[in-house]
């Protein structure tokens, strides 16, 4: 891995890589878990008047959800550290076998940018010495791949599905509150924009888009969900 | 971009660049469409009679994460297009103005590789000669960003959107077919089952995982979503 050096006037990249992962995962998990739940609650509020349903239904969801993109998280961070594993034995394979070819292939590599043979004979020279820092080079040049950490996929899967439950509470809170469902939806309604906003934004200005965009683009998603979901379920109910 | 050159002995490194986006947007959409409705809707059959409100709630859901996952990965598409413009705009703006210090950042870049400042300095000077080159080289290798296509965006979004409506209605047929929800349960208990195991199947093929593996993992965070799901439902009904 080559060190990551940082000058103190690049302060968005310093965060894409400090607190870039665990930011990463709270997003996936929140930004599905308030607009999901929050859409279904508002769908069925269309066809139902009771809100014992939907807090049943609701709930459900939460937790089949936060399952299925946890465990979706923690085996796709797993799958991630096997094949960079597979691929790292490939290069090191490579190397050893066809050395030949893999010192043209980063020839070939650094001829995109432009430098030529000459120029490039003795970075490949110096490579082609030392199989590990070899491998480690095509790993990020050729193959675009950064070495995942082996622990990162249980902490990543655990992070998505509970910022999909805290994500998913915040819309359903107010049907557990309210008996009548047209009452849950109001209120429903009214703190999921303000949580989707809060979210967009703050979102926003952790990956490094505008936040008031990101905020309204937050809103809209979950608002068209919600409301194409209470459309269908009244035609379908009716 | 470096050219990307190919042994017709890595297949796998072939199909991750060409199909590999596609297939990448099916596989996040229809993952989530096969599991959440599917547990949603057995989490319902554990707290009433009726297959209808199921159905309801099932096409609620349905809209709703479709929408809410098409159109966050239509966005997420965009703002990496924006992320990489910005991030290209800030290295040529570096290379103009803090060359000597650019120059100096590769050099402890490579000599994470193991590279001499003598071996470096050829490739560190010609490229500094092109800063169009330097820049695509920075982007590559310090960044780790690959260009995003720009047009991807609304296709990846409409790719994942349509998958998780495919992936959905699989779970929710039998349930659209049979009035008693216990018997809707079964039939899609079955057939998603038999679903849950042939995508993570065809999934495991072109990720490069084994195949029989991916499809025993596939089924059970199906599995497992939809049994929690279906306990909670029944406790909350009770």
Chains 1, 2 share one sequence.
Do not use: N
């Not at 690049?10 to 400090?18: D, V």
């Not at 049943?56 to 936060?66: D, K, M, P, Q, R």
């Not at 465990?71 to 799958?79: C, H, I, N, P, Q």
């Not at 409301?227 to 009716?238: C, D, E, M, N, Q």
């Amino acid at each position: 891995m080559p060190p990551k050096t940082h000058l103190p006037k690049r302060p968005h990249i310093e965060k894409h890589f400090t607190s870039g992962e665990v930011v990463r995962d709270i997003v996936i998990g929140m930004a599905d878990g308030l607009t999901v739940p929050f859409a279904l609650a508002a769908g069925l509020s269309g066809a139902v008047e009771s809100s014992s349903i939907i807090v049943t239904a609701g709930l459900a969801e939460i937790v089949a959800g936060s399952i299925a993109m946890g465990l979706g998280g923690y085996l796709a961070g797993k799958s991630d550290v096997e094949h960079y594993d597979s691929e790292y034995k490939r290069e090191i394979y490579e190397i050893e076998k066809l050395l030949d070819h893999e010192k043209d292939e980063v020839m070939e590599i650094l001829e995109g940018y432009g430098l030529t043979r000459t120029e490039s004979t003795p970075i490949v020279d110096s490579l082609a010495a030392r199989p590990k820092d070899f491998a480690d080079f095509m790993m990020r040049f050729e193959l675009g791949l950064e070495k995942p950490e082996p622990k990162r996929a249980m902490r990543s899967g655990a992070t998505i599905g509970a910022a999909y439950i805290v994500g998913g509470l915040i819309p359903l809170a107010p049907y557990i509150i309210f008996v009548q469902a047209h009452r849950g939806l109001l209120w429903s309604v009214l703190i999921t924009i303000v949580a989707l906003f809060t979210f967009g934004y703050v979102k926003g200005t952790f990956t490094g888009t505008k936040a008031v965009k990101s905020g309204f683009q937050t809103c809209l998603i979950g608002s068209l969900a919600a409301a194409v979901a209470f459309v269908i379920a009244r035609l379908i109910s009716s």
